[in-house]
């Protein structure tokens, strides 16, 4: 092969990576344009669902985080170009990373503010504590499968997520020794909540549970113990985003 | 090859329809355990169109098969054998998850690529019989009585295949009875020793397949999945059987805490659980229970109310006791006398027997008696009054389920079934109910509303005073009272209520401000229905209401389904149709069904159309009359032998029983039918439109006169002993299923007599109609009840008299 040839073959292959570059924007953040359209997609879909959750639009704060934290670093490889469309995606062992819809929503149900800690229970790939810990000052996040829990606690030193522990073990005690929470959240499937959560609630404190199957009906409880630790609960009307409706990608 | 002219393989067309029926059964087991069940009636639906296929291929291709029949029957008998037991192996390995298939359009191709998949051994079947028929024209109806006869078999083979092996084994077993036919056809072929040589390697081939392969992996998204990755889980036990499958897991390390609707004031949870899963989801529990154990968590349960009435039990009776949870817990309040009914003896196995030491079996089977029949069936017949009937929430929780269960027959809370219930009271007896709740309520309302009916039909002028109504965060419990709730009792309820923050939905007395106050709802949905209900108000209220909460009875006993045609414009007008959450699952799923089997059915009728347009002789007219017969008659059958199935699992008891009994009864004496109209027809020359009038006019008799008397029918029925309830739904079914086997015959000898051209295009078209009519008659079942979608069939067979395929007027 002529050199010359060879050099224009280097020149063409080239091309598209220069041109991706310079196209890029932020040459930091690669990812940063595919955020921004995720927070315009949750945005949309708040304003959409205001009626069903009583609010036109979600704390500052918590948009905030959710443009922050880099998503496409929580899902597998093979997931990364869907890492921001406003969707679930599956992570490998039967377990998903939850809409960003959802993900916003119940972060903002937990009027998460600097100086409180939050109790996770099921840490999954760690993108909800990631929100969470650029919102209260400590997350204390629980996981029952000891592989996810390792993983991800190695995926957030990584990312240098420095305001959360992740304790591998079953979440229905809580965490006694850091107990009590500002609030708490628990993504695990359950049958009844848990008492010893409820115990671990502040007085004040608020608990934010999905209910149903990770890519269909989403069911919210929110349980709040008032100042008295009178206990109560709310069901918020079921919310799902499905893609064909278009706009929420 | 030839074969002799007057001697279809009649042998192998039986053993053919048998294993494809029994084939096709196991598919519905395979993909309810792989995936789930309202997923495996979509699949399984469209697979059989197969047949459809058939009719279209065979068309196309009529001389060349006609010419070289036994080579290629003989070949579509090896395309079985392999496809049966290959296209499983294949799809298993397809990466498809049924629950992303609204967010990720590759799982739409995966989709298809099953559907095609899955066709193929229905295809390869319905060829070998099509060809017959089309062969041996003169003895369509002996060929059609093969067929059906062996199908017959092939329903009630399956149920006892399922009941002694695992679902692989007789994956390969049913493989091995489709080859066999080939056996019977050897000498035809005149190659017999190429012929064996390759029966004999592709029987090898399915053998020595590794168990591996067809080793079913489980949907990652299962709850046994999941369990099974937790540290600490173990599986201890897993059997399959023709109604479920069913896996125990254990797990020492993480304590599974199954409690429904427990209270959040409870001190404590459930200390020890072994996990119990149906077709690896709808995950129950067994508790560790032994003499120096207490329950306690129990009594903070919603479904513990009547327990804390300061009443000791006598006589308490447990109606769908699955693994023994509300059995414990009427232990646990020192019930004296426990009936524990529940229709599926496996589950019952695993607590008496299998784990009788671990769920303290010995300390309870003094006062405990289990009975493996139905809620039905034993409301019927039990001979003693209850002092406290009780039905606990169903396996799995509400959420996930999301309405999927909105087409599965629910017999036990009709009002019918209700009023049953109510008349096992002893005088100052309860009945409690409890279910999951969900948002916005449904099932919870529907139960309210068939109760105060079923009380007013039981003569009690005054319901107001009966009913107590408390739910908890994710449960609700109601309680009926044989006489009024006196003060004490509604002082206690509502001490018991406010002590473990469960919210009064109605109560003797009751005021606006004592509800909603724990578990808040956007509105007071409970207490606004029961009052409305109460007052008369009730059909305006469930009228308005955005959901089906009617109740239910007999004639349509889908709880489940809420659905409201009136509703649908409204939540898809919600902005980003995030309406769609609140239509539900089940019936959007049915209707899809629907529509993706009429597309494909239309297709598979029209294609050979357009390609033989030139080809065929037969006149525009009456190719409209063949296709409106065999569209009325396969529409017709299915409605009339699926009402029967509906109705007779009630009368029999046993769903299980039930499928197989009636679908044999059904398809066996529908091939004694067929039998018949081959010795009128082409023994005694009688003409075909003659028998038809005389069928059809029988099918209607007979269906009037059980649409009349189905109701008491029933309830004499029911108070019969099992084996004679067998007997009697047989017996029903005779007459009807004998003259409803003559329309097919009827139909394809008119037509091969008068344009024999259209003989395969009528087969798939009664292919594809029999595929609508099992998807319709389930839709129109939930309008219109059973009874209604029988007079629709009388109504279609009415139509196909007056539309034989033939060249004059009847």
């Known amino acids: 092969m002529k050199k010359s040839t060879l050099f224009l073959i280097l020149i063409f292959c080239s091309a598209p990576v220069a041109t991706g570059f310079a196209q890029g924007g932020d040459v930091s953040d690669p990812w940063s344009d595919e955020r921004a359209g995720m927070i315009a997609g949750i945005e949309k879909d708040v304003r959409d669902t205001a009626e069903l959750i009583n609010r036109g639009s979600f704390d500052r704060r918590v948009m905030d985080a959710m443009a922050t934290v880099p998503r496409h670093e929580f899902v597998p490889e093979s997931q990364r170009s869907k890492a921001y469309e406003n969707r679930p995606l599956p992570i490998g062992r039967g377990q998903t990373i939850s809409q960003p819809y959802i993900v916003a929503l119940m972060t903002d149900l937990l009027q998460p503010q600097p100086g409180q800690r939050v109790l996770e229970i099921g840490t999954g790939s760690g993108y909800q504590a990631a929100v969470l810990s650029r919102l209260v000052s400590q997350v204390y996040s629980m996981e029952i499968i000891a592989e996810l829990a390792s993983e991800s606690r190695q995926r957030l030193q990584r990312l240098g997520y420095e305001n959360i522990s992740i304790r591998a073990a079953d979440g229905y005690n809580g965490w006694p020794e850091e107990a009590p929470f500002d609030s708490i959240i628990v993504t695990a499937a359950i049958s009844h909540i848990p008492p010893p959560l409820v115990r671990q609630l502040k007085p004040g404190g608020r608990m934010v549970i999905p209910v149903g199957t990770r890519f269909q009906t989403q069911y919210l409880t929110i349980v709040e113990k008032d100042p008295d630790g009178r206990v109560t609960t709310r069901q918020l009307i079921p919310v799902i985003f499905v893609p064909f409706t278009g706009g929420h990608q | ?810």
């Open chain 2, 1 to 810: 090859m030839t074969t002799t002219r007057h001697a279809p393989p009649l042998v192998a067309i039986f053993l053919l329809s048998a294993s494809a029926l029994a084939y096709e059964v196991l598919l519905v087991r395979l993909f309810s355990i792989i995936h789930w069940h309202h997923f495996a009636f979509m699949v399984i639906s469209l697979a059989l169109l197969g047949y459809g296929v058939s009719g279209s291929l065979i068309m196309l291709f009529r001389s060349f098969c006609l010419r070289h029949f036994t080579g290629v029957f003989f070949l579509n008998i090896l395309l079985y054998g392999i496809s049966s037991v290959g296209v499983f192996v294949i799809i298993q390995r397809l990466p498809f998850n049924a629950l992303e298939i609204l967010w990720d359009s590759s799982q739409w191709l995966r989709l298809l690529l099953t559907y095609l998949f899955l066709s193929l051994p229905f295809l390869f079947v319905a060829n070998t019989i099509a060809l017959t028929m089309l062969r041996f024209d003169l003895q369509i109806a002996r060929i059609y009585s093969a067929d059906l006869i062996g199908a017959g078999a092939g329903a009630i083979g399956i149920m006892l295949l399922l009941t002694v092996f695992e679902p692989p084994t007789v994956l390969r077993l049913l493989a091995f009875a489709g080859l066999l036919a080939g056996v019977f056809v050897l000498r035809q072929t005149g190659r017999q020793l190429a012929a064996a040589l390759a029966l004999a390697l592709v029987a090898s081939g399915i053998l020595l397949l590794p168990g591996s392969w067809l080793e079913l992996r489980l949907s990652d998204y299962k709850g046994l999945v999941q369990t099974l990755r937790i540290d600490g889980a173990r599986l201890v036990e897993s059997h399959s059987g023709p109604v479920s499958r069913i896996d125990v897991v254990e797990n020492r390390l993480v304590p599974f805490r199954n409690a429904p609707g427990l209270s959040l004031q409870s001190p404590e949870g459930p200390s020890d659980q072994l996990a119990v899963f149906s077709d690896g989801d709808a995950m129950t529990t067994i508790d560790r229970h032994s003499a120096q154990s207490s329950p306690g968590y129990m009594a903070y349960m919603s479904s513990a109310l009547p327990f804390l009435l300061g009443r000791q039990f006598e006589r308490v009776l447990v109606l769908n006791a699955g693994t023994g949870a509300d059995i414990l817990q009427a232990a646990a309040f020192d019930s004296r006398h426990i009936d524990a009914v529940e229709p599926d003896s496996q589950l019952t196995r695993l607590v008496s027997e299998t784990f009788s030491g671990y769920s303290g079996w010995q300390q309870l089977r003094g006062r405990v008696e289990l009975h493996n029949t139905t809620a039905r069936a034993w409301a019927a017949t039990a001979d003693q009054p209850y002092d406290l009937v009780v039905i606990g929430v169903p396996g799995a929780s509400s959420g996930g389920a999301a309405g999927v269960y909105a087409f599965s027959a629910n017999f036990d809370l009709t009002v019918e079934a209700l009023k049953s219930y109510l008349a096992l009271l002893a005088p100052g007896g309860y009945l409690s109910i409890t279910l999951w709740t969900d948002t916005p309520p449904k099932g919870n309302l529907r139960l309210f509303s068939a109760m105060v009916e079923a009380l007013r039909e039981s003569g009690v002028a005054s319901p107001e005073n009966r009913l107590a109504w408390i739910r908890s965060w994710n449960t609700a419990t109601l309680m009926v009272k044989h006489g009024e709730l006196n003060s004490e009792e509604t002082t206690a309820i509502r001490r018991f209520s406010e002590s473990r923050n469960f919210d009064l939905a109605w109560l003797p007395g009751i005021s606006e401000d004592e509800v909603n106050r724990y578990q808040l709802l956007p509105r007071p949905f409970f207490y606004t229905a029961a009052k409305a209900v109460l007052s008369g108000q009730g059909k305006d209220y469930m009228e308005s209401y955005q959901y089906d909460i009617e109740p239910v009875r007999d004639v349509n006993p889908y709880f489940d389904d809420h659905f409201r045609w009136n509703s649908l414009s409204t939540f898809l007008a919600l902005p980003g149709r995030s309406g769609i959450a609140m239509i539900g699952a089940g019936y959007p799923t049915l209707v899809a069904t629907l529509l993706q089997a009429v597309v494909a059915a239309l297709l598979l009728i029209l294609a050979p159309l357009f390609f033989l347009r030139r080809k065929l002789r037969s006149d525009g007219h009456l190719r409209f009359r063949v296709f409106t017969y065999f569209t009325a008659i396969g529409l017709a059958f299915l409605f009339i032998e699926l009402s029967f199935i509906e109705m007779l699992t009630l009368v029999i008891g046993q769903p299980l029983y039930a499928v197989a009994v009636t679908l044999s009864v059904f398809l066996v004496f529908s091939g004694l039918g067929s039998l018949t109209v081959h010795w009128f027809v082409e023994s005694k020359g009688l003409d075909p439109g003659v028998l038809l009038r005389w069928s059809v006019l029988s099918i209607l008799l007979v269906t009037l006169v059980y649409l009349f008397s189905h109701a008491w029918l029933i309830e004499h029925l029911m108070a019969l002993p099992t084996a004679l309830r067998i007997l009697m739904a047989i017996l029903l079914s005779i007459p009807i299923a004998f003259v409803m086997g003559m329309p097919f015959p009827v139909g394809l000898t008119s037509t091969s007599r008068n344009a024999p051209e259209l003989l395969p295009w009528a087969w798939g078209i009664n292919g594809c109609a029999s595929v609508l009519s099992a998807i319709l008659a389930v839709l129109l079942g939930m309008e219109i009840g059973f009874t209604g979608v029988m007079l629709c069939a009388v109504m279609l067979y009415l139509l196909a008299w007056r539309t034989l395929p033939r060249k004059t007027l009847i």
